[in-house]
């Protein structure tokens, strides 16, 4: 095209200001067409394609040595592309992770010396934020036979994604808070040490108090994932493992009616325990599901709930 355009046409066309087009051209990035016989510039279309690609390039952060070896076909766009997206998912994960620290200052209303500790648990390494749920769970669980419970737990692990939102972020720092505090921790043992039976105060070198509390862990974790399944508590699944543990009931406090054990397993209340455990993990579930990306889990007690209406259900 042969059209040429002073650079006040030019300066319409991209938006850029006369000055910016003098500036283009002075330092090599886009250089005029030609030039009037007053000796003005003047620019073809190629030219105002060439600027107004410079404008996008230079919106997207682009520098004019980059810009300058696209131009000459050094490069392509595809690779200054690639590099500057690498560069702005960068900038981007770092804005997360100070947008999350702030939030959890301001949540928390923290004082001076524990935003170090904020920001510390926002950049934590994947292998870092493994260690420290590895040993809250270790810590609860020391002495206490519940090996295949903790196991059962795994799958709700919190595990942070590469490229994790603000959300998640922020979740990641409050459950992080909450593992590492002295005093959930002893809480949450005591609970497991009731709920499972502490192998220190039954007989830890008793074969047989061992093999009821491996049993006792066995069926709870089978009911928890019969329950999570929506297994019905009157099928042949349900009043197997209710058997059992009207059974394992009995033997443990030396009943051997177990219609006896049964009517008292039924008119025992689980609520209470429900709403313990709700109390004490179920944030702990909300917070994993949402640093996972998963629903929101229906937060049970350890099969306590389907357990006490599977044996209600038994013939």
């Keep these: 095209m042969d059209e040429r355009l002073s650079i006040g046409e030019v300066a319409r066309r991209t938006g850029l200001s006369v000055s910016t087009i003098r500036f283009y051209a002075d330092e090599g990035v886009v250089a005029p067409a030609g030039y009037t016989g007053a000796g003005y510039r003047c620019y073809d279309a190629r030219g105002v394609a060439a600027l107004e690609l410079v404008r996008t390039l230079r919106d997207l952060g682009a520098g004019l040595d980059e810009i300058r070896r696209l131009l000459a076909e050094e490069i392509t ?151 999570e399944a929506g297994v019905p508590v009157d099928s042949r699944e349900a009043r197997q493992l209710a058997t059992r543990w009207v059974a394992l009931t009995g033997s443990r406090c030396g009943e051997r009616d177990l219609t006896e054990v049964r009517r008292q397993i039924v008119a025992a209340d689980p609520g209470p325990q429900v709403a313990r455990h709700v109390e004490l993990l179920g944030r702990y579930h909300a917070l994993t599901a949402t640093i996972n990306g998963t629903p929101q889990p229906v937060v049970h007690a350890p099969a306590s709930t389907w357990l006490h209406a599977a044996v209600a259900a038994l013939p």
């Design 77 to 227: 766009v595809r690779d200054l592309a690639t590099a500057h997206l690498a560069l702005v998912e960068r900038q981007m994960g770092q804005l997360r992770t100070r947008r999350a620290v702030l939030r959890a200052v301001v949540r928390q209303d923290s004082e001076a010396g524990q935003v170090g500790l904020v920001h510390r648990l926002a950049s934590m390494s994947d292998d870092d934020r493994e260690q420290l749920v590895e040993e809250f769970w270790a810590e609860v669980t020391e002495g206490l036979d519940v090996r295949e419970f903790v196991e059962h737990l795994r799958p709700w692990r919190p595990r942070l994604p590469e490229d994790p939102t603000g959300g998640q972020l922020d979740a990641w720092i409050e459950l992080a808070d909450m593992v590492r505090d002295a005093g959930f921790r002893r809480t949450v043992r005591e609970y497991l040490g009731e709920t499972f039976a502490d192998a220190a105060d039954h007989g830890r070198n008793d074969p047989s108090t061992q093999a009821q509390i491996a049993e006792q862990v066995e069926i709870l974790a089978q009911a928890r994932a019969a329950s």
